[in-house]
């Protein structure tokens, strides 16, 4: 019997408090922005996947809040997307890694950047961030 795999992408939903804004991102040939996000490994905590790959696409070290929404990506049926609310403790915010861009917006403008809907759940905790 074969393993069936299983993939979790690891999302970070990085905050301002003081700007009320949300850090988004894009890749470097990729038309839209999206959250910082990294594929968890069998080795890896999800806390430690989460700051590792913000550290590594944006220079900063960040503190997590929790895990505020999970997505089973139902089109791609063995991947799941654990979305965290995260704000920045020290660094200064610079692209990396495959990131070419980063952009702080309104909550209310994540998903004109983003370039998709975001389900309703997700959609109202970051707009209610505003």
Sequence with gaps: MEKEKFYV???GIIF???TRKVLVGRLDNEDHYSFIEGDLTHEEELDKC???T???TTGC???NLGAVYAENMLKNNEKLKIHFLCEIREGEVTPGGKITELLWVKPSEVEEKLGVELPSRLHE???NLE
């Design 54 to 56: 913000i550290k590594e």
């Design 16 to 18: 301002d408090t003081s």
């Design 50 to 52: 989460l700051k590792r």
């Design 61 to 63: 070290t960040v503190h």
């Design 125 to 127: 905790y970051i707009t």
């Design 9 to 11: 992408k690891i999302v």
